[in-house]
C-alpha cells in the first residue's frame, strides 16, 4: 500500500465480503476507509401492464434534465459521498456515464419515464447475460 501511496495512487478498490475478518482487520490495520456498500437484488420478471410513459431514450441527445436525473441517481454513490473525490470528479464520472449509456456503449438500453412531456425518472439496463440483466 506504501508503494502506491508513493506513486501517487489515489484510487484502489478493494472489494471485501463483509464476513472476511482478516481482510476486514488489514483494510483497518491500513487505516482504508470503507466507502461503499453494494447490494444486489434478484427477482423473476412477471407480465404485467406497465406505465405507458416508459420508453427507451437509447440515442437521445443529453438534455439538462436526463443530466440532472443521471446525477441525481448518484447521490449516495461511493463518488459522492468519498472525501477524496473532489474537483468535480463526481459530475465528471456521471455525465460520462449517462453520455455513454445513452449511446449504447454501456448498455443494452436506457428506459425513460416520461409525463406530461417532462422525463421524470431514468434506468440503464445492462445485458449480463441471456437470463440476467443489471439494472441502474
Known amino acids: ?6 506513486k501517487g495512487t489515489r484510487l484502489i478498490y478493494w472489494f471485501v465480503k463483509p464476513d472476511d475478518k482478516v481482510s476486514i482487520a488489514t483494510a483497518n ?3 482504508l ?9 434478484q427477482k423473476t420478471p412477471i407480465n404485467k401492464h406497465f406505465d405507458t410513459g416508459i420508453s427507451s431514450i437509447l440515442n437521445s441527445e443529453l438534455s439538462p434534465a436526463i443530466l440532472s436525473l443521471a446525477l441525481q441517481s448518484g447521490w449516495q454513490s461511493r463518488f ?22 445513452l449511446r449504447g456503449e454501456l448498455t443494452l438500453d436506457v428506459l ?25
Open 29 to 31: 490495520q491500513l487505516k
Open 1 to 6: 500500500m506504501q508503494e502506491e501511496r508513493e
Open 112 to 136: 425513460g419515464y416520461t409525463k406530461n412531456n417532462e422525463i421524470l425518472g431514468l434506468s440503464t439496463i445492462e445485458n449480463k447475460d441471456d437470463k440476467i440483466a443489471s439494472i441502474g
Open 33 to 41: 476507509q470503507p466507502i461503499d456498500v453494494k447490494v444486489t437484488f
Open 80 to 101: 459522492k459521498v468519498d472525501q477524496n473525490f473532489n474537483n468535480n470528479e463526481f459530475e465528471h464520472l456521471y455525465t460520462t456515464w449517462i453520455e455513454k449509456s
